[in-house]
């Protein structure tokens, strides 16, 4: 049971590091196109011909990035609940309830925030004021 946990809590935090490492590197591509198409040059990067390619490539690492991360997380949650001296079905009934709420807490969080956003980008559609857009 110790060499388990052991290679739950190490593949995690491994997946962890490959998972931020592709969002790094798609952050700073995504950054590059936009300091291009700032100064009038094709917005391309990351050996992508056009800038609709390059959008594909990035959302796409954008995506492995995520899911690298998540499943590093999950792993890791596995590996620590498995480790913990409580009784291992509290702590997984722990776990498992605290994520069952953040994704909901996510989920209302985003249908608020989102409607808010929507509303101001069609108000300042109607006033043809971009000034009044929301930041990203």
Same mark, same amino acid.
Not at 2 to 25: F, I, K, R, W
């Given at each position: 049971?110790?060499?388990?946990?052991?290679?739950?809590?190490?593949?995690?935090?491994?997946?962890?590091?490959?998972?931020?490492?592709?969002?790094?590197?798609?952050?700073?591509?995504? /950054?590059?196109?936009?300091? *291009?198409?700032?100064?009038?040059?094709?917005?391309?990067?990351?050996?992508?011909?056009?800038?609709?390619?390059?959008?594909?490539?990035?959302?796409?690492?954008?995506?492995?990035?995520?899911?690298?991360?998540?499943?590093?997380?999950?792993?890791?949650?596995?590996?620590?609940?498995?480790?913990?001296?409580?009784?291992?079905?509290?702590?997984?009934?722990?776990?498992?309830?605290?994520?069952?709420?953040?994704?909901?807490? /996510?989920?209302?969080?985003?249908?608020?925030?989102?409607?808010?956003? *929507?509303?101001?980008?069609?108000?300042? /559609?109607?006033?043809?004021?971009?000034?009044?857009?929301?930041?990203?």
């Amino acid at each position: 049971m110790a060499l388990m946990t052991e290679v739950l809590l190490v593949s995690g935090v491994a997946l962890d590091l490959v998972g931020a490492g592709v969002l790094s590197h798609a952050h700073n591509a995504e /950054s590059i196109v936009e300091l *291009r198409e700032e100064i009038g040059e094709e917005g391309s990067a990351v050996g992508e011909p056009d800038a609709l390619s390059t959008h594909a490539q990035l959302l796409a690492e954008k995506r492995i990035g995520f899911l690298f991360l998540t499943v590093g997380l999950v792993l890791y949650l596995s590996g620590i609940v498995s480790k913990s001296s409580e009784n291992l079905v509290l702590m997984a009934g722990v776990a498992v309830a605290v994520v069952v709420f953040a994704v909901l807490c /996510s989920l209302v969080f985003t249908r608020v925030v989102g409607s808010r956003i *929507r509303d101001q980008a069609r108000q300042a /559609s109607e006033q043809r004021n971009p000034e009044a857009l929301p930041e990203q």
